[in-house]
Structures are given as structure tokens and as C-alpha cells.
């Protein structure tokens, strides 16, 4: 007597598993904004505003706003 192996929790398994990676990329990109002028990591100010704790700068997302 051979048991019947079904499909149902292949599908359940990849469904999952991009989900979690789709997500993951989406969170790293909203978390982190890297210096344009060094490089390093800058910490949120406001909404598309950054500064950086390196070198002091300021900065929006894709623009420089250097003060
Ligand atoms: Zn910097």
C-alpha cells in the first residue's frame, strides 16, 4: 500500500519564502540612505531628509542639500 504524497505544501513553502525576500529588500531600502559625500550610513532627519553623523552633512534623497 503506497501513500499518496500531494503537492499542496511545496506550495505553501516557495509561496512563503519570496514573499519573506521581497520584503526584506523593501525594508532595507526604506531604512537605509548611504552619504553621498562619504559614503557612510546617514540617519533619517525627515521625510527624504538625511543627515549624516560623519561628516555633518545634509542631504535628500537623490539630491545633495549641503548647508
Ligand atoms: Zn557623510
Known sequence: MARKITARGFGAKYGKSVREK?????????QKQKCPFCKKVAKKLANGIWLCKRCGKKFASGTYLVE
Open 22 to 30: 521581497y520584503g526584506k529588500a523593501e525594508a532595507k531600502q526604506r
